[in-house]
């Protein structure tokens, strides 16, 4: 049996459809993007243009005169201001909106949709750029063609479950909505399956009694476009194709209705499991924390994903280590293998967006756990699983030695500071339990925003708090907090720290011209916390990024980071410089209690570590940081000639300085 392939042409009307975007990290221009794909094998003539470029005052009247539909896709940023470029064309609508000058009939022959994004956990500037751009056109007399669609980023929070899916219901709605503006003197009609614009009645639809394309404009009917899933789009994708004839089978303009069926048997599995989806949704399932468009930009930046919220990625330093190429800071410091450490994360998401981490713009954020959540054994052995095979893959590669291979296939170290925010995963405590049982050593970072996970936390092998920056001021700058008491949260982890046992570090990242003079702020900080060691590192650039302002002036000399500890120092009372690694730019000032008899004890002595813990979770006997220390070897202590580099490992220079970084 057969069916007319134009009988399921749905393009009524063919519009003039420009598709705007303003966007600071190229989320909206994906979205633009993919609009304009399905606007263009609708049929319609569309366009993609980036705000920056686009003067409204010269041209948005003249849209809306030469019946052109406007569709706007908009970022907000930092308290609620629009994305880089797109400025202008925001203050132009206001303004145009709020001058008594201006009729208030400006765009009265503008059709237009808005599709904000942002992330309500940015609550009173939750969309804001998105919102206010809408009621500026509207105040301007433009035609909405739908209500403003806000995407929002909060998996936990968002209608319909994340970005990409509050996108995908607007755009249905979109389509379905377009049809039925009346402007039919904007409009090109569509042509009928003969090519004529009116029918004569003699095309091949007529011959199947149905109606005839050019007929079916108002026509409701079924809706193909009802799609909301990756399987549903991808059947769509399939008969949009088709409407070209690229994809399904067809014969002189005709279509096998057994490839019709299959794409119809994959639209109703799809739907069948977005119900499910859904009422899981309605009943309070919580959602997955990484959407599948974030899934895909992490594993594009080499990171292994564990389940629905944890991820591996293999450090540049266990691999320089796997060559006898040396080990990285923590190798100087304290004594890691650096081709033992297991780089990993329980929890992608974070409760900042610190411009460090601007590799990371993708990152999910939170500022509680939302989200469904895994067994920590599943993320446990998730991580050594991964590990191990990404490791795996360095047999027989040139360089690698056979003994550090044998033994990188038995991790000693974790460090907890992949990305993300480890100590949000409510199984915390669980997940170090299991580590320790398998004689891994912990190194866990927080961002000092959770003083209670902080206090509740079991003992650690060092426990990490990152100081960004010294005051209220400059912190909100470079983290950029979801939190609104960020400043409050940030003291009382330093506070929460002080009470810990076992090592504690800050670790400063310096940024010069950012947080580089505040010396006398941080010393302040220092004697709040109390920490046993201060690690201070200059930046890491990586290249230019659209999320971050950084650039490579930001970046301090390694003699530049060398006088800052030095100021530092002279300002702390019981603390003095212990050992350096020139190799990735990162001095370690330590407490004098780790200096025995004139000799630094910076190095930990991991059995014993592992000793300690048992005894602990057999009868809770406490222990300190000095119970587990071991001598810094002479290469390692400041002043060294060797500057922190190991002498049995080899130097090697690469031509490009690409990432000196680590954790
Ligand atoms: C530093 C920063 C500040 C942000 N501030 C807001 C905000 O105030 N309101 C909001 O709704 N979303 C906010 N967001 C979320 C962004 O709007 C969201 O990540 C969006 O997907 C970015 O889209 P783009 O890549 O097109 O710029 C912020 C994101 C970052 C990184
Ligand atoms: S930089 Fe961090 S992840 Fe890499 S080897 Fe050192 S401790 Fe491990």
């Known amino acids: 049996m057969e069916l007319h392939a134009n009988s399921r042409q749905k393009i009524t009307k063919k519009r003039k459809i420009k598709i705007f975007y303003g966007t600071q990290t190229g989320n909206a221009k994906m979205l633009a993007d993919n609009l304009y794909r399905e606007a263009t094998e609708r049929g319609h003539e569309a366009e993609v243009i980036d705000l920056k470029t686009y003067d409204p005052e010269d041209n948005l009247v003249t849209e809306g005169e030469n019946g052109v539909w406007i569709v706007l896709f908009v970022s907000t940023y930092t308290d609620g201001t629009p994305p880089e470029g797109s400025e202008w064309f925001c203050k132009w609508l206001e303004e145009s909106s709020t001058d008594f000058r201006i009729p208030k009939a400006l765009l009265k022959d503008l059709h237009y949709a808005v599709f904000g994004l942002g992330n309500s956990l940015y609550t009173e500037n939750y969309n804001a750029v998105g919102k206010k751009v809408d009621r500026f056109l509207k105040e301007l007399s433009a035609k909405p063609i739908l209500p403003v669609g806000l995407g929002d980023e909060n998996v936990a929070e968002s209608l319909k479950g994340g970005m990409e899916k509050d996108f995908t ?34 095309c091949k639809c007529k ?44 014969t002189n303009g005709v279509v096998d209705l057994e490839d019709l069926g299959k794409v119809m048997q994959t639209m109703k599995k799809a739907k069948v499991r977005r119900k499910k989806e859904e009422s899981a949704q309605s009943t309070g ?55 033992r450490c297991m780089e990993t994360t329980p929890s992608l998401a974070c409760a900042n967006k610190c411009v460090f981490c ?138 929460a720290l002080s009470a810990k046992r076992q090592r504690t570090v800050y670790r400063l990242t310096l940024v010069k011209a950012w947080n580089t003079d505040e010396l006398d702020n941080y010393a302040d900080l220092v004697s709040l916390g109390k920490p046993d060691f201060i690690e201070i590192k200059g930046v890491t650039y990586c290249g230019e990024s659209k999320a971050s302002s950084l650039t490579m002036q930001n970046v301090p000399w390694h003699e530049e980071v060398v006088h800052f500890v030095k100021q530092l120092t002279d300002r702390l009372d019981g603390y003095e410089i212990a050992s350096e690694h020139e190799h990735s730019n990162c001095i370690l000032i330590a407490n004098t209690k780790f200096k025995v008899d004139g000799e630094w004890w910076t190095w930990i002595d991991y059995p014993k570590f592992h000793q300690l813990v048992k005894d602990f979770n057999q009868s809770q006997k406490t222990f300190s940081a000095e119970d587990y220390m071991a001598k810094t070897p002479s290469w390692a202590v400041f002043g060294a000639k060797e500057q922190g580099f190991d002498p049995v490992e080899t130097r090697f220079f690469r031509k490009k300085q690409k990432d000196i970084g680590g954790c």
């Open 169 to 202: 219901a607007w755009k249905k709605e979109f389509w379905k909505k377009s049809k039925k503006v009346k402007d039919d003197d904007t409009a090109v009609k569509d042509t009928c399956g003969t090519g004529k614009k009116t029918c004569d009645g003699k």
């Open 285 to 339: 399932e919580p959602r997955e924390m990484v959407t599948p468009m974030l899934k895909k930009a992490l594993e594009k930046q080499g990171y292994r994903l564990i389940g629905s919220h944890s991820g591996v990625k293999l450090c540049r330093w266990t691999k320089s280590m796997l060559r006898g190429r040396g080990g990285c800071y923590k190798h100087a410091f304290y004594g890691i293998e650096s081709h």
């Open 207 to 250: 011959e199947d009694g149905g109606k005839c394309s050019s007929e079916e404009e108002e026509e409701e009917g079924e809706d193909l476009y009802e799609t909301t899933t990756e399987e549903e789009d991808n059947a769509e994708e399939l008969l949009n194709e088709d409407r070209d004839g690229s994809s399904l089978q067809t």
């Open 358 to 495: 601007w590799r990371h713009h993708t990152n999910p954020v939170g500022t509680e756990w939302r989200w469904k959540m895994d067994d920590p054994n599943t993320v446990f052995q998730g991580a050594l699983d991964n590990h191990v095979g990404l490791i795996k893959q360095f047999k027989g590669v040139p360089g690698v030695k056979a003994e550090r291979f044998a033994e990188g296939l038995e991790p000693q170290h974790c460090a907890l500071s992949l990305v993300g925010e480890p100590i949000m995963y409510p199984e915390i405590n669980r997940f170090i339990e299991l580590l320790h049982g398998k004689g891994i050593s912990s190194f866990l970072v927080t961002n000092a925003q959770f003083p209670d996970a902080i206090s509740n936390l079991v003992p650690v092998t060092q426990l990490y708090v990152s100081i960004d920056a010294s005051t209220k001021e400059s912190l909100k700058k470079i983290d950029r907090p979801l939190f609104k008491d960020f400043w409050e949260r940030f003291i009382d982890s330093l506070k």
